[in-house]
């Protein structure tokens, strides 16, 4: 007998997919490095001012500047995860081509509102760079904080095409194995992958005295 092959729409998509992983992961990462050296800045600004009577200058300017890359960095790695908040009263009760369905009208929606934030998003950015804009109290320039925001909604939207082209896939033999498609987990497999996480591997609390 012949053997099937996938088609090659959907090894594309599987490539795109895995290519994208380790950008996403990183601008998590960088996510995750502006929070921990925001925390440091503060641990820091509280020393200087309290014991030394010395506050950073322009403490309140890098707090600032740092919310971009907090706030945004991380959103495309979460979509992929399914991280997001979701409302799934209804679609939690669907399944098969209807289920599919309405995942990518939804993604097609989340793809309009992220692509008008990219287009305003880069305009703003390029009137901050054309005008030398800084901020109030120390003069950072601004324009790179806020280039972080097309930069990180383009990495969102191509995450969001990601789902769109899976949900269509899905939608067209729901049979197939799901690419690009965050898992929907219901409230039990949620409390079952927190646990397995807390407890090393555990998923069931009676056989933790035995493991």
Known sequence: MPVETEPKSTNRLSTVDRAMQPIEDFANLMAAAAIFLLMLLGC???FMRSVLNAPISGYIDMV???MASMAFL???YCQRLG???RMEILVGNLKGRWLWSVEAFGTLV???IIGVLIWYGWGHFLRSYSLGDTTIDAEFPVWPSKLLVPIAF???FIRLSIQL???IRLFVDPS???IGIAKILDVEEVAKDEIKEAFGGITDLNDRGTS
């Open 110 to 112: 989340a793809m309009f």
């Open 176 to 178: 197939r194995e799901p």
């Open 44 to 46: 820091a600004q509280i």
């Open 64 to 66: 600032e500047l740092s």
């Open 74 to 76: 991380g959103a495309a």
């Open 83 to 85: 991280a997001h908040i």
């Open 154 to 156: 383009s990495l969102w």
């Open 165 to 167: 082209v899976g949900s």
